[in-house]
């Protein structure tokens, strides 16, 4: 970023650690010595920089070279807080497992994606005989514009006017619907796309879980290896 070779900068930095040493001021907050292995496996110095390390090496750097630097370290730590920032993905959990406001979900585009079935048109979805709102679908109408919800959440919430998704015991009642629905056919492998899913959640709520307890939580974990499948799941409630 600052075009300079690496032992010179790291030439530079000694310097400057000597300079601030000389002025009783802590080197650390500005630069922490390291070491990397290169392509040859060895054991090579290099220096971790902090912001202020980094706005310390900008304002040695002058005329163009200097403002070009200072344009590309800010960006750089913008994007640095935006990966803070933001949800991610949790070990082990497929691309679409999302978790919104404390819980895991999927939306319903992706499990339309997933399934190949619009489950929108699908007279059995969302009924209140088969479906329990807030325990097995919600839905989110928007408070703040796209960009303002992928930096709270991590992903965007598309076009539509409602953002629809099913919760894990939701997921569990519409892969039972449409499969003892003659009528539907899913993508195949998407089932087990799912139920994968599903035990993935379990495996980190039992990670993530203290043990159980009269007052925790229930945590749901999804058995596939029953011998009626794909027709039944076997939920067990801890």
Not at 79 to 99: A, G, H
Not at 138 to 145: I, L, R, V
Not at 207 to 234: G, H, Q, R, Y
Request: with cysteine.
């Amino acid at each position: 970023m600052i075009k300079k070779e690496h032992k010179m900068l790291l030439r530079d930095i000694r310097r400057y650690e000597t300079q601030l040493d000389g002025c009783k001021i802590a080197p650390g907050d500005f630069f922490q010595e390291s070491n990397y292995k290169d392509a040859n496996n060895q054991t090579r110095p290099c220096y971790r920089i902090t912001k202020k390390g980094c706005e310390f090496i900008a304002h040695k750097l002058t005329g163009t070279k200097g403002t070009e630097f200072t344009a590309r370290y800010i960006n750089r730590f913008h994007e640095m807080q935006d990966i803070i920032s933001n949800p991610v993905p949790e070990p082990d959990l497929p691309w679409f497992i999302r978790k919104f406001q404390g819980r895991y979900i999927i939306l319903e585009r992706d499990f339309i994606q997933i399934t190949g079935i619009n489950i929108k048109n699908h007279k059995s979805f969302y009924k209140e005989e088969f479906f329990t709102h807030s325990i097995d679908f919600d839905g989110y109408g928007w408070m703040e514009n796209n960009q303002d919800f992928r930096e709270k959440y991590g992903f965007d919430y598309g076009d539509d006017a409602c953002m629809m998704y099913l919760y894990p015991s939701g997921v569990i009642k519409a892969l039972n619907i449409l499969m003892n629905d003659p009528k539907n056919h899913m993508i195949p492998g998407a089932y087990k796309i799912l139920t994968d899913g599903l035990n993935s959640i379990r495996k980190i709520c039992e990670i993530n879980s203290p043990a159980p307890t009269a007052t925790n939580t229930p945590t749901l974990m999804i058995d596939t290896n029953s011998k009626n499948l794909p027709i039944n799941l076997n939920i067990i409630l801890k």
